[in-house]
């Protein structure tokens, strides 16, 4: 087999198998994805969109998009409705036999495991009456109902149907080994919990939980708000009853105000079912004498042979957004550890920027792999040399200019001003750790970092009973969480008492329930709050005495005492956050983080090429998290300098008509525009997504798009119907409901636009003068543009129109459709033949 | 109400063994047993996971004072599903034994447990009282079998079987435990009875006592090593049958020197070695079975019972949920054995009532005689028009005589 073009088994074609495969292909390495299914897409491309009037950031119809990129790989076989039946080791790297074909053996260099996810059989509780009563249905279940829209026909007719979420249900249980936190369950419950109270508003919907698990900037700024639409309750039924004369389902459970236990009568009861890694990811690790970990995951415990990766489900429970870069990773290291890349330097300068603990490790992965590294510290602390990295202090930033591949960066360090030119710009920093200080300054109150000094130094100064209080101030954040559950045991551990008291314990990560078990084995006494203005902090005798209401005891005010309570700090922005964004001309997201929550940029990049976000400075960050990230950056750094990546038609300015207005340097969201001598805008290339809105917002009309749109939209429209569809969102979605025959494209004429933005007031009328009824724009959610504004300027514009000219309501109209709405689209072109309104 | 936690309670020392089943520290507070006690209607009833809460926290005085710890029917059918396999009754029952809680001990379970422990019987029933009854007994059997073997032995040594009555079969329920003479006379062994042993019952197991339980525990397997008895044969009794079987080798230290057996189990041993032969068409109807969570849940006798009933009726109906998930009678916990509670008991069998009435059966078995005495009351109070009976009094009725 020849080593300079190797082959890649990719086993899964679900979101971290295609994300591999989309990666591999791109670095001309050969694929086989295999999948078993007749599409590809996984269980993600199942999943129904969450978006309520805008994204919720679940990145489901990701899924879609990169089921249609799969179509144009290069070098890929894509083997559908097949599976492993038997897989060897050899000399080379691995022999396959797949199910579906003849005997041939496909022979590669590498195999990557991505079999995706198995959701717990929640008939094996029977208490729960899966199977046996019709009203009660997993979240799998619930999420095929709101994706063909036909929620209410399992509900009764009332506009206030009583819905239930009981969460945990296979999940962070040792009796069922299944004793780990599936990480997804929460957020996805509140997300549908808030698409069916966006399509019945007066539904009554209540989420029983053990401890909400809110992590990742995707839901954390959107929590508050569905919260607050939602009953919630601490504690999971676990016996559902059917209530024949009232056709109810009972669950009995103990309310919190009075501790009595008190019947709840539901009309639909949504189980929210933990996910196991797939049952054939057993099989084929016995063929490949792997030991996956007792739950079954390929986890970073079970020892990969060389030439063998996991990606996404199969190595533990991960979100959509974590398994696609995963499969992004997995392919880098592939193509690293074949030798794929050239050796050579890459002899582009990297800077990064900002103060934190963790640059230092970015430095260092950078530099070993040939990039000269600029480090720009905004802190006095010199930190140690690394080599290949040179650094500077007390920097204070002026301006960055530039594009991808050539960004200026003008800055200060101590005193002096300094300019560099660098390819990509690295973001990190630290979240700030501010200590709340409405207790009264006793040395009895420590915060967990100076805790953590006196813990790691002075041992003996630890006194015999310590308290965590959690979530004291805000949120609380997992790396706090389980720094408590280390210190707490291993208070426990020496005969110490340790106390934790807490509105709910996070549990992040496969190992993060077997630290919390490992710690109430231990001894460490957990106290449920609820309400921690109820908690008073009475300084007696020498010691502290915490009195509260505790959840678990309604109706009892229990005190604890201790000699140290120890407050995790609250975590707020980096103080730089709002100059950095500024220089950088990003978003912050809705909690003043850096880099916006949208998941086409998530989680390392953002809408303007080249620059990178990393650690605390953009959202919570533990150990495993920054790795990734680190690895996430390393990738699309070497994606970035793969030249041949570059597809899409660009935009180009004709210096002719051109005005000199600056209009395309404002408005380009990727910052693609720079002004070269003589206020002449040009567009860089390789910074250029395409998305057009400069080509439809130059006044001068002097931009113009290579792309077929311009042509396709001149002559008669024979349809009725012109739909502009956004090629990442109302395109795709349209493309499946032609695969569903729910729609046929002979009913209306779609033009297919790389972003919303992209159409101008002239090409939608253009339409109606063509002689076509309706103009439609299905275009992205708010929040889920590539192109950050596009969906959302069509839209205005669109409406515009409608108001300035007169023209009835449904003439041109914007509708947010994402890939993953098939039934949405369909139903709006539907409505619009009919002349009726959605 | 205020209370204070403590790290090193006495209960807690208790329960610290974390054993399977006494690791209370690790409950994460899922609320699971909460909402699967059964006493779901009406005032009153435990409260699982509180329970479990004022345990693992040190609040032992709070634990003790609650009425909770002496409702609690110690049916372990709240924490079948506990993710960390907390097993309720060990709580519940170490509760009892607590200072403040022994204060509130039900009188009937005091007296109870005084006067066994002085007398060997829970009704203080003497060896006068046993010979007379036995006497009667055996007239009666004699006269309706027309066979002077078909009375009772007493005090037989080495004999094959000593039948273990519950002191029910001795008083109020004497029919019981002539269906029982009616079998061990079909299976045609040596078998026998004792003034020493009229009482399967075990109420200190009630008020986890491991003295009182121990003690109780030797009356019955001392006497019976004395006559040197092969088998040791348990009436129909939940908890005694969990005593003897599971519990007594632990609690004494050494295994008795005899077997431990359930009448069922000797029962369906001689129908299916063919030493008995039973009415197929004796009950031409469906019968329900009400698993016993002493004998289901805690000791894993599941399919005995339903084996022999299917050999005698139509068809075994299930109550829905049965075996590991199924429903205390509501008799429990030694509920049905104080006087005062009779009230709550027909609050704490409502569940079992709903499961019997959506089973549409006419016939309702079981196999203790606890709940046979307490499904008999529930189903008189719901006007249930269904007849209850134990497994094995069906099963006497039902003998082919050669």
């Not at chain 1, 996805?188 to 401890?211: G, S």
């Not at chain 1, 390819?423 to 970092?449: E, H, P, R």
């Not at chain 1, 297919?752 to 299905?778: F, S």
């Not at chain 1, 950050?788 to 009835?808: H, N, P, Y």
Request: net charge negative; hydrophobic share 40%.
């Amino acid at each position: 087999m020849n080593k300079s073009t190797p082959s890649v088994l990719v086993v899964g074609g679900g979101i971290a198998g295609m994300a591999a495969a989309k990666t591999l292909d791109d670095f001309g390495v050969s694929v086989h994805l295999v999948e078993k299914r007749e599409y590809l897409g996984g269980k993600a491309f199942d999943w129904a969109c969450m978006a309520t009037g805008e994204c919720r950031n679940c990145g489901a119809c990701l899924s879609a998009e990169l089921a249609d990129q799969m179509n144009h790989l290069k070098h890929a076989t894509i083997h559908l409705k097949s599976s492993i039946n038997g897989i060897k080791k050899n000399n080379d790297g691995f022999g396959t036999t797949l199910n579906s074909e003849s005997s041939a053996v496909i022979s590669t260099n590498a195999v990557l495991l991505a079999n995706g996810m198995t959701p717990f059989d929640a008939s094996r509780l029977p208490e729960l009456g899966y199977g046996v009563y019709d009203q009660v249905i997993t979240t799998a279940d619930l999420n095929n109902l709101l994706k063909r829209e036909g929620l209410k026909e399992i509900l009764p007719d009332t506009t206030s149907p009583a819905i239930a979420f009981i969460q945990c249900v296979g999940s962070r249980n040792r009796e069922l080994c299944r004793d780990y936190c599936s990480q997804v369950c929460c957020k996805t419950a509140l997300r549908q919990a808030n698409k069916i109270l966006h399509n019945i508003p007066e539904a009554q919907i209540t989420v029983f939980h053990i401890d909400l698990q809110i992590i990742g900037k995707e839901f954390r700024t959107q929590a508050e708000y569905v919260k607050a639409r939602v009953n919630l309750f601490q504690g999971v039924p676990a016996k559902i009853l059917s209530d024949r004369e009232q056709g109810k389902l009972t669950v009995i459970h103990e309310d919190p105000e009075t501790g009595a236990r008190v019947a709840r009568h539901f009309d639909l009861i949504v189980l929210s079912v933990g996910i196991g890694p797939s049952l054939q990811v057993i099989e084929i690790a016995k063929q490949l004498d792997i030991k996956p970990d007792t739950w079954g995951f390929l986890s970073s415990g079970a020892l990969l042979p060389s030439g063998v990766y996991a990606a996404g489900v199969t190595q533990g429970p991960t979100d959509i957004l974590t398994a696609r870069d995963q499969g992004i990773i997995a392919a880098h290291k592939i193509i690293q550890d074949f030798n794929i890349l050239s050796k050579t330097k890459h002899n582009s300068t990297i800077a990064v920027l900002g103060e934190s603990k963790d640059s230092g490790m970015i430095c260092h992965a950078l530099s070993k792999e040939g990039w000269l590294v600029v480090r720009l510290d905004s802190g006095n602390h010199q930190a140690p040399e690394i080599s290949g990295v040179t650094s500077f202090y007390s920097v204070s930033l002026r301006s960055v200019n530039g594009t991808v591949g050539q960004y200026d960066l003008l800055f200060t360090a101590k005193g002096y001003e300094h300019n560099i030119k660098a390819a990509s710009i690295i973001v990190v920093g630290d979240a700030q750790m501010v200590l709340y200080s409405g207790l009264n300054d006793s040395d009895k109150i420590k915060s967990l970092s100076q805790f953590v000094d006196v813990f790691e130094k002075t041992p003996a100064k630890v006194p015999k009973t310590v308290a965590f209080w959690l979530d004291r101030q805000k949120q609380e954040w997992k790396d706090h969480a389980r720094t408590c559950l280390h210190l707490a045991t291993a208070l426990a551990e020496k005969g110490q008492t340790a106390i934790v008291i807490m509105e709910k314990m996070l549990v992040h990560g496969l190992k993060g329930q077997k630290l919390y078990d490992d710690a109430r084995h231990k001894g460490v006494r957990f106290l449920r709050v609820s309400n921690p203005a109820q908690i008073n902090v009475i300084s007696d005798n020498g010691h502290l005495v915490l009195e509260m209401n505790e959840a678990t005891l309604p109706g009892v005010r229990l005190s604890a005492e201790c000699d140290l309570l120890v407050l995790p700090e609250a975590v707020n922005p980096p103080a730089s956050a709002p100059e950095i964004s500024h220089f950088l001309r990003q978003q912050c997201d809705s909690e003043g983080f850096l880099q916006s929550a949208n998941v086409r940029h998530r989680f390392v990049g953002s809408p303007r090429r080249g620059i990178f976000f990393l650690g605390s400075c953009h959202d919570e960050t533990d150990e495993v998290d920054i790795a990734r990230e680190i690895n996430a950056v390393k990738a699309s750094l070497e994606a970035l300098t793969t030249s041949n990546i570059r597809t899409e038609p660009l935009p180009a300015i004709n210096e002719n008509k051109c005005a000199r207005c600056l209009t395309c340097y404002r408005i380009c969201p990727h910052a693609a525009v720079t002004i070269k001598g003589n206020y002449k805008p040009v567009i860089v290339t390789d910074a250029c997504f395409g998305c057009g809105i400069c080509v439809s917002h130059c006044p001068a009309e002097a931009i113009s798009a290579v792309c077929e749109l311009d042509s396709d939209t001149s002559g008669i429209t024979a349809s009725k119907t012109v739909i502009f569809a956004c090629e990442r969102s109302g395109e795709l979605a349209l493309k499946s409901a032609m695969n569903m025959e729910m729609f046929s494209n002979k009913t209306a004429r779609i033009i297919k636009v790389p972003c919303a933005g992209r159409i101008g007031e002239a090409m939608m009328i253009q339409q109606l003068l063509n002689g076509a009824k309706r103009v439609i724009i299905a275009a992205c959610h708010e929040g889920n543009c590539r192109s950050v504004s596009g969906s959302r300027l069509a839209a205005a514009r669109a409406k515009l129109i409608v108001e300035d000219t007169g023209l009835q309501d449904n003439s041109i109209r914007h509708y947010s459709v994402a890939a993953n709405e098939p039934v949405k689209i369909a139903k709006i072109v539907s409505a619009a033949d009919s002349g009726k309104e959605i | 109400m205020n209370a204070k936690i403590c790290i090193d309670s006495p209960f807690l020392s208790l329960l610290n063994k974390k054993d399977k089943g006494d690791n209370i520290s690790e409950c994460m507070t899922c609320g699971i047993c909460t909402s699967r006690c059964s006493w779901y209607d009406g005032e009153g009833g435990p409260d699982p996971r509180q329970m479990v809460r004022m345990a693992q926290l040190g609040l032992d005085s709070l634990l003790a004072q609650s009425y909770m710890i002496w409702d609690c029917m110690l049916c372990n059918h709240c924490t079948v599903e506990c993710p960390m396999g907390i097993v309720m009754e060990n709580v519940a029952r170490k509760a009892r034994s607590l200072p403040d809680a022994i204060e509130r001990m039900p009188q009937d379970i005091k007296n109870g447990i005084q006067t066994r422990l002085e007398t060997g019987d829970v009704n203080g029933f003497t060896q006068e009282d046993f010979i007379e009854t036995i006497e009667w007994v055996n007239e009666e059997l004699c006269d309706e079998m027309d066979d002077s073997k078909a009375a009772i032995p007493t005090e037989q040594k080495g004999a094959k079987y000593l039948y273990l009555p519950n002191p029910r079969e001795l008083g109020t329920n004497i029919l019981h435990l002539q269906a029982m003479a009616r079998l061990f006379y079909a299976f045609g062994e040596s078998w026998t009875m004792s003034s020493r042993h009229t009482d399967v019952t075990n109420w200190g197991y009630f008020v986890e006592d491991d003295d009182i339980e121990k003690t109780m525990l030797l009356q019955v397997i001392e006497a019976a090593e004395d006559i040197g008895v092969e088998n040791l044969v348990l009436s129909e009794c939940g908890h005694g049958f969990f005593a003897l079987r599971k519990r007594a080798e632990d609690l004494i230290g050494r295994k008795p020197k005899f077997n431990v057996l359930s009448i069922l189990e000797v029962t369906l041993d001689k129908l299916e070695n063919g030493v008995i032969s039973l009415n197929p068409e004796a009950y031409p109807y469906p019968v329900a079975y009400h698993d016993p969570c002493n004998l289901g849940r805690k000791s894993g006798v599941f399919e005995a019972p339903r084996q022999l009933l299917a050999h005698i009726c139509k068809e075994v109906v299930e109550l829905t949920p049965n075996r590991m998930n199924a429903v205390c009678c509501g008799g429990g916990g030694a509920l049905l054995q104080d006087s005062n509670s009779t009230k709550r008991r027909m609050i704490s069998g409502k569940a079992k009532a709903d499961q019997i009435k959506a089973a549409g059966v006419k016939h309702l078995a079981t196999a203790c005689l606890s709940c046979h005495r307490q499904l008999t009351e529930i189903v008189k109070y719901y006007e249930l028009d269904v007849k209850v009976d134990t497994v094995a009094a069906l099963a006497a009725e039902a003998i082919m005589h050669k």
